[in-house]
């Protein structure tokens, strides 16, 4: 069963435009001039109850507004949309049951409170019967192991221990749909791990469908089969994860700090992306950085080196140069 369809969703942003300085406001006042931005263009989307998927694209790409459309923060300008068989716009309380949202950079915490209280208050918002509310408690408490986190003051929490805690709020009233904005920005590598894990549990055992928007491509990887690829308010890829990482993300990002003073040669063809006596971050394909690797620590002395996957700017490039390719 699809849970999310949409049909030549669009949405259109109309902005006022003004001149700079002084004279750019005087004129403004008597002249006000708009432009209008497409910031999701005919977009078509289908996702299976019970999906994982991953919602990926550079910033300004228009990720933000799709998942405003489908939770009924802002309408569409034009095209069809159904979420949980509702149109989300309306805002039916009905509607607002059927999912959840955890934005990275958001809260739905009260920070003075303990996560207790406001639990409480989300039981009182959502009607959540007192047994359903109890066993999901007690079941996310201990998947998340925050038991002795429940009644201190959120405030003095760390980002990801409210992280967890962000995440239970979401999940009490058992929607269907969860849309996740940036779940591990800003988090270590050892908390990111734990978030994902979580959400793998939540997805497998409760059936939860989950939209991911995430920048940390590992995220992604992990967690979603499928992924849809968004660029300039339009659709680039919808289709499986490792098939796309595989043909679109073919480089790595190498950053080396010398010990002293180097001009740094090496055989390999790469291009560099940063240059400075003491370091180097350069850019090269994956089969060759083994080799690049070893030639690295033959030759320099260092201070310090990390290797990275390329961003998805570079991914999205490669696809919008690949479709174009095959249009011509
Ligand atoms: N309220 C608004 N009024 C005018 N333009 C807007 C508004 N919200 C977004 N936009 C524009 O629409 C485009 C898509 O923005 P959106 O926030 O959806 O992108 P995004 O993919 O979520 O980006 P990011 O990863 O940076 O958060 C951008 O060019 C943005 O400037």
Redesign the pocket.
């Known amino acids: 069963m699809n849970v999310i369809e949409t049909k030549n969703l669009t ?1 259109t ?3 006022f435009q003004k001149d700079a300085g002084l004279k750019g406001s005087v004129k403004s006042l008597f002249k006000r001039e708009y432009i209008t ?1 497409i ?2 263009n005919e977009f078509d989307f289908t996702v299976h109850e019970g999906e994982f998927i991953g919602l990926i ?12 459309m489908l939770t009924g923060i ?1 309408a569409p300008t034009s095209g069809e949309i159904s979420v949980a068989g509702y149109y989300p716009n309306k805002l039916e309380n009905a509607f607002k049951k059927q999912y959840a949202v955890v934005m990275g950079q958001k809260s739905q915490l009260f920070f003075e409170l303990s996560a207790a209280d406001t639990f409480l208050l989300f039981k009182e918002l959502y009607h959540i019967p007192d047994k359903e509310y109890q066993d999901n408690l007690n079941y996310f408490i201990e998947l998340f192991g925050v038991r002795d986190l429940m009644n201190v003051q959120v405030r003095t929490l760390s980002l990801g221990e409210r992280m967890k805690l962000e995440l239970i709020v979401a999940l009490l009233h058992n929607p269907k749909i969860l849309f996740l ?1 940036e779940p591990t920005i800003g988090l270590d590598a050892i908390a990111q791990k734990q978030i994902r894990k979580f959400l793998k549990e939540v997805n497998e055992t409760k059936g939860t469908t989950i939209l991911l ?1 995430s ?1 940390y491509m590992e995220d992604i990887k992990s967690l979603c089969k499928r992924c849809v690829v ?1 660029n300039g ?1 339009t659709k680039l890829y919808d289709g499986d994860t490792d098939t796309l990482f595989h043909k679109y993300q073919t480089h790595k990002k190498i950053s080396i700090s010398f010990e002293h003073e180097e001009t740094c040669k090496l055989d390999q063809d790469y291009t560099i992306l940063e240059e400075t006596p003491y370091k180097l971050t350069l850019l090269i394909r994956k089969e060759q950085s083994q080799k690049l690797l070893k030639d690295i620590l033959d030759r320099y002395e260092l201070s310090d080196i990390t290797i990275e996957e390329e961003d998805i700017g570079n991914v999205v490039e490669r696809i919008y140069n690949d479709k174009n390719e095959v249009l011509e």
């Open positions: 949405k942003y109309r902005r931005k910031a999701v694209g550079p910033n300004g790409a228009g990720k933000t507004t799709l998942v405003k802002v904005d928007t920048h968004i308010g």
